[in-house]
């Protein structure tokens, strides 16, 4: 079947200007996880869904960044007033359970964003 | 969450079995062990994961310490295609850290 998907794959955006990343889970994949790789850094975590709700937010670096899922399927991080240190790969992963005994996460391809 | 540590870096002659280690000392009883992989450019790749027993798939190995304080990845014939990123994940954390970079050599 299909895996996550992310659009776009790329996206160059001025400094100070907003994006919106999305993400497309695998379909009946409850939980749905947003990371962040800077260049040769490792995977960062920024949230996690549990359906529609984001019990940890904990990641998220600065109020600038927000992320909402809706129907428990597609979501969406946004990203306010771009910085230069905010250019990375996001990746997204979707798995079945979140806290599940075999809830192994399948990634997508990620998005390449650089503020220029 | 329980914090795990990979060597930075390691090399492999193709042919060979890799061996990788993860020290998770913090890792409590009920947590699970997983390894993922992220090969240049692309998304990371599930391989395996175990919470006592030793477990093996058609990817790689892992055996886990009977005080499950450390475990090791093991790709008995690694290939050049196996140069990639691998990153230990203990329990319920989800920040993947930096992993171990394997350099599969001809």
């Known amino acids: 079947g299909a895996g996550v998907s992310q659009s776009p794959s790329n996206k160059v955006t001025e400094k100070g200007k907003d994006v919106e990343l999305r993400c497309d889970p695998i379909s009946g994949h409850t939980a749905l996880y947003w990371y962040r790789q800077s260049l040769g850094q490792g995977l960062e975590f920024l949230i996690y869904f549990q359906g529609n709700s984001a019990p940890d937010k904990s990641g998220l670096p600065s109020d600038r960044f927000s992320a909402e899922r809706t129907g428990g399927s597609v979501s969406t991080l946004t990203i306010q007033r771009t910085q230069q240190e905010d250019s990375a790969v996001y990746l997204c992963?979707?798995?079945?359970?979140?806290?599940?005994?075999?809830?192994?996460?399948?990634f997508g391809p990620g998005t390449r964003l650089t503020v220029t | 969450d329980a914090k795990t540590t990979q060597p930075t870096s390691m090399d492999c002659a193709e042919g060979r079995a890799a061996n990788l280690p993860c020290n998770h000392s913090?890792?409590?009883?009920?947590?699970?062990v997983y390894w993922y992989r992220q090969i240049h450019s692309q998304g990371p790749q599930y391989i395996i994961h175990g919470l006592k027993n030793n477990e093996t798939n058609e990817m790689a190995s892992l055996i886990i310490t009977e005080d499950r304080k450390s475990s090791t990845l093991i790709l008995p014939h690694a290939t050049l295609r196996d140069t990639a990123v691998y990153y230990c994940?203990?329990?319920?954390?989800?920040?993947f850290g930096k992993g171990t970079s394997l350099l599969v050599t001809p």
């Open positions: 992963a979707s798995s079945l359970v979140v806290w599940g005994l075999k809830d192994e996460q399948y």
């Open positions: 994940i203990g329990g319920y954390a989800l920040n």
């Open positions: 913090t890792i409590s009883g009920n947590e699970y």
